[in-house]
Nanobody
Framework: QVQLVESGGGLVQAGGSLRLSCAAS????????VAWFRQSPGKEREFVAA????????SHADSVKGRFTIARDNAKNTVYLQMNSLKPEDTAVYYC??????????????????WGQGTQVTVSS
C-alpha cells in the first residue's frame, strides 16, 4: 500500500507561482509512474501532468504546457509540480496519483492505483 500526501497549495494572485509536493510512504514509489490531476466543482477530474519512474519522460496537458513542470526526487520519495503564470482557471483541488507501472505515462484517472487527499489551489484575478 502506498500513501500519498500532497502539500503546497494555497491562495495566489494571477501570474504568481506555487510548487506542489507529493510525498510517498513506500520505497516502491521510486519505480512508479506518478501523475497530477485536478478537479474543480462540477467538473470531472482532469489530467495535468505525469512522470515516469526515472523522471526521464514527462507528459503535460496542453492547458498547462509551458507553465507547469512535473519533476521528481526519488531519494526523497517526492514528486513536484512547479506552477508558474497561474490563471484563475487553474483553481482546483490538485491530487497526485501513482501506479506501479513505472514505464508508462497515462492520462486516465482510472489507470492509477493510489491517490492522495488533495490540496486546494486558488488563483485570484
Amino acid at each position: 500500500q502506498v500513501q500519498l500526501v500532497e502539500s503546497g497549495g494555497g491562495l495566489v494572485q494571477a501570474g504568481g507561482s506555487l510548487r506542489l509536493s507529493c510525498a510517498a510512504s513506500a520505497r516502491t514509489f521510486s519505480s512508479s509512474t506518478v501523475a497530477w490531476f485536478r478537479q474543480s466543482p462540477g467538473k470531472e477530474r482532469e489530467f495535468v501532468a505525469a512522470i515516469n519512474w526515472s523522471g526521464g519522460r514527462t507528459s503535460h496537458a496542453d492547458s498547462v504546457k509551458g507553465r507547469f513542470t512535473i519533476a521528481r526526487d526519488n531519494a526523497k520519495n517526492t514528486v513536484y509540480l512547479q506552477m508558474n503564470s497561474l490563471k484563475p482557471e487553474d483553481t482546483a483541488v490538485y491530487y497526485c496519483a501513482s501506479t506501479p507501472r513505472g514505464g508508462v505515462l497515462m492520462r486516465a484517472p482510472g489507470s492509477y492505483d493510489y491517490w492522495g487527499q488533495g490540496t486546494q489551489v486558488t488563483v485570484s484575478s
